[in-house]
């Protein structure tokens, strides 16, 4: 399984990106998938899944409204659009797999076959 994560780069408060998640080498179709960032010198955390199908998604309160996941299938990508930036924003962004099949989960050990990431930088 290969996750390989694009789209990252330095912007400016209020700016968008919208960040690309390829996979490989899974029936992609078949699970969640999930967004983690983790900034310096703190823990990956939970920014959004969504369910196999796209109709299911979740956030995390600090980026809800904001950030947007979805799916193309037929492509086997995940996309994250993100708006309204904020310089609390800046990490490196990870898909991975939703192995444990709930889109419920937010729990980074719930998830796996991580990318190698992508950085997102917010300026003030």
């Known amino acids: 399984v290969q996750l390989v994560e694009s789209g990252g780069g330095l912007v400016q408060t209020g700016a968008s990106l919208r960040l690309s998640c390829a996979a490989s080498g899974l029936a992609f179709s078949s699970y969640p998938m999930g967004w983690f960032r983790q900034a310096p010198g703190k823990e990956r955390e939970f920014a959004a899944t969504?369910?196999?199908?796209?109709?299911?998604?979740r956030y995390a309160d600090s980026v809800k409204g904001r950030f947007t996941i979805s799916r193309d299938n037929a492509k086997n990508t995940v996309y994250l659009q993100m708006n309204s930036l904020k310089p609390e924003d800046t990490a490196v962004y990870y898909c991975?797999?939703?192995?444990?099949?709930?889109?419920?989960?937010?729990?980074?050990?719930?998830?796996?076959?991580w990318g190698q990431g992508t950085q997102v930088t917010v300026s003030s």
């Open positions: 991975a797999v939703g192995y444990s099949g709930s889109v419920y989960s937010s729990s980074p050990r719930d998830f796996g076959s």
């Open positions: 969504i369910n196999w199908s796209g109709d299911r998604t």
